[in-house]
């Protein structure tokens, strides 16, 4: 008998169990230099087949590059979202799902002519290969998945960050192009037809967590690779926007850097937490947010909204003063769309339309997506804190041109506490459609419920972004020592309420950007947008009791550099 030293080592992750010791694909260990993910994706992809299966002369094919990622889950590894594996371990989207997806977008009379019919007796006249990358998809192939609901919104204690909500792995693909094939039985078959019926299928999203923006095409490509024809996203749109943003970049467990067009999603559902929380009681708010964007309890829930970004501009860098961190400046179109428009009548989608304006404006008005948003972006408003070669700090969003009357819906410090008046009115409004009455005496008990006994809104008008002031309370004393007055040196600096690092703090802070409506001398009676060089300055305070934080609020009260209390 050989004694082989090790040889468990020299056995394939995909051959092993999932256990603590031997293979944990989902787990990310910090303290490892390579996780089990990247080394079965290295494995994986040494040994698969260097080329896509050739379809042959008897199928058609065409081929679709996505706009982001894309994962159909095989279910082979347990805990791990991973992609099916098709011929020579090529990852693949299954025929029998394209089949199926097919025949959605199928009128009654075109299943009947394909044979597409449940009860139909005889086989289809059309056959779905299923779709295979034909890219280079092995890069950048360990995607990351970070639940942090509890920790952003619901636990008080955030220096201990809750168990379930580490950061976890999946395997997707980063923008392949993926050929899809289709045969045919009919003698005469109208391919521009079916591939009409396939394209508006495709617009609909394909594989899995196509409601946080994977799956979804961008557009077809020619037989040369170049692109064709942009492939139009499916479903009722509720929502349309042009934003334009500037931040911290995400990173893989690699290093490598994305955009990741999942952060509105993720940002519109804390916002939604934090709405309904303040409306009612934990568990009912839950539920209420689960219906709009999805969720996993009792069994898993299919939310009514996807979101599908389409990035028009983008500049992926890095913040070189020292620290190498990953940057992003990016542009483009945000729809919300309601995926199943037969679950709600008009008088409910015509509701959820006004919550989702009220959600974003909200979310544009109080801070920002992605890393870091409820900060302000240090780079654009405190510059003599990068002068001390610090690390980056906050994000910065705006409405884009086409899309400024957003911004001039509040434009003055009066208008804030009216808006956030109506953001409740309209939840409420969504909630008695179904069936739900709002009972505020009985709200959730979350560090950051929407609630007037939780939550205090402060601002100031600041005239340029080097106006800011609120920006040095958080780095410096807002109030020095003076022995003259007997007035001892108070600061907010690394407490609960700023937070510092692995803590959410309690406060958030804002420049927004002032749009105002001013005459069309194209268009007489008629008002335009037009930017201004103000910014509206706002701190959003969760009180926690602490000294510090009570003695902060009190300073507040004397309406230094002009802040009042707005909400």
Not at 27 to 48: F, G, K
Not at 267 to 286: V, Y
Request: aromatic share 12%; hydrophobic share 35%.
């Amino acid at each position: 008998m050989v004694n082989i030293p090790n040889a468990g080592n020299l056995v394939p992750l995909m051959f092993q169990a999932q256990v603590k010791g031997r293979s944990q694909l989902q787990y990310i260990d910090q303290n490892a230099e390579v996780q089990d993910s990247q080394r079965w994706a290295s494995e994986w992809t040494q040994e698969v087949y260097p080329h896509p299966p050739d379809l042959g002369k008897t199928v058609a094919a065409r081929t679709y590059k996505m706009q982001w990622r894309f994962v159909t889950n095989g279910g082979q590894f347990e805990g791990i979202i991973f992609p099916a594996l098709g011929a020579f371990g090529l990852p693949f989207y299954p025929g029998s799902s394209m089949k199926g997806l097919f025949c959605q977008a199928c009128t009654s009379e075109q299943k009947q002519r394909y044979r597409l019919t449940k009860n139909s007796d005889e086989p289809s006249l059309l056959r779905f290969h299923g779709g295979y990358p034909v890219n280079d998809w092995k890069q950048n192939l360990v995607d990351i998945v970070h639940p942090q609901q509890k920790w952003q919104v619901q636990t008080h204690n955030t220096g201990q960050k809750p168990s379930n909500e580490t950061g976890f792995a999946l395997i997707s693909l980063s923008e392949p192009a993926i050929q899809f094939g289709i045969s045919s039985q009919l003698p005469d078959t109208d391919w521009e037809e079916v591939w009409a019926i396939w394209e508006q299928a495709l617009g609909y999203g394909i594989g899995c967590r196509t409601s946080s923006g994977y799956g979804l095409p961008k557009v077809r490509l020619t037989e040369s690779g170049e692109e064709d024809y942009p492939i139009p996203i499916q479903g009722e749109q509720l929502y349309k926007a042009f934003l334009k943003g500037e931040g911290q970049a995400p990173q893989l467990i690699g290093g490598e850097k994305e955009f990741r067009p999942n952060l509105f999603r993720g940002s519109l559902r804390g916002h939604a937490l934090r709405i309904f929380g303040g409306l009612t009681d934990n568990k009912t708010a839950e539920k209420l947010v689960e219906n709009l964007f999805g969720g996993v309890n009792d069994g898993g829930t299919q939310g009514l909204l996807t979101c599908a970004f389409k990035t028009s501009a983008l500049n992926l860098g890095t913040f070189t003063d020292g620290y190498g961190e990953p940057t992003y400046e990016v542009a483009g179109e945000l729809r919300w769309l309601l995926m199943s428009p037969r679950q709600l009548d008009e008088i409910k989608q015509q509701t959820l339309k006004k919550l989702l304006q009220a959600f974003m404006r909200f979310a544009l008005l109080f801070g920002g997506f992605g890393k870091s948003w409820r900060r302000a972006d240090h780079r654009l408003f405190y510059e003599e804190y990068y002068n001390r070669r610090k690390p980056l700090i906050g994000c910065h969003w705006q409405w884009d041109e086409k899309s400024l009357t957003y911004g001039a819906k509040v434009s003055r410090l009066n208008q804030v506490g009216r808006f956030i008046n109506q953001v409740r009115q309209i939840a409420s409004e969504w909630m008695q459609l179904q069936g739900i009455e709002p009972d505020e005496r009985n709200h959730a008990n979350w560090r950051e419920a929407w609630h007037p006994d939780c939550v205090e809104v402060w601002g100031r008008l600041a005239e340029g972004a080097e106006d800011s002031v609120a920006l040095k309370w958080l780095h410096e004393p807002y109030q020095k020592e003076n022995h003259r007055f007997r007035e001892a040196e108070k600061s907010i600096r690394q407490s609960s309420v700023t937070g510092q690092i692995s803590q959410v703090g309690r406060l958030w802070h804002r420049m927004y950007p002032v749009v105002k409506l001013v005459d069309n001398p194209k268009n007489p009676g008629k008002k335009k947008p037009r930017s201004t060089p103000n910014y509206l300055e706002l701190l959003t305070i969760f009180p926690d009791d602490s000294d510090k934080c009570n003695d902060f609020l009190d300073f507040l009260d004397t309406e230094p550099e002009g802040f009042r209390r707005l909400w």
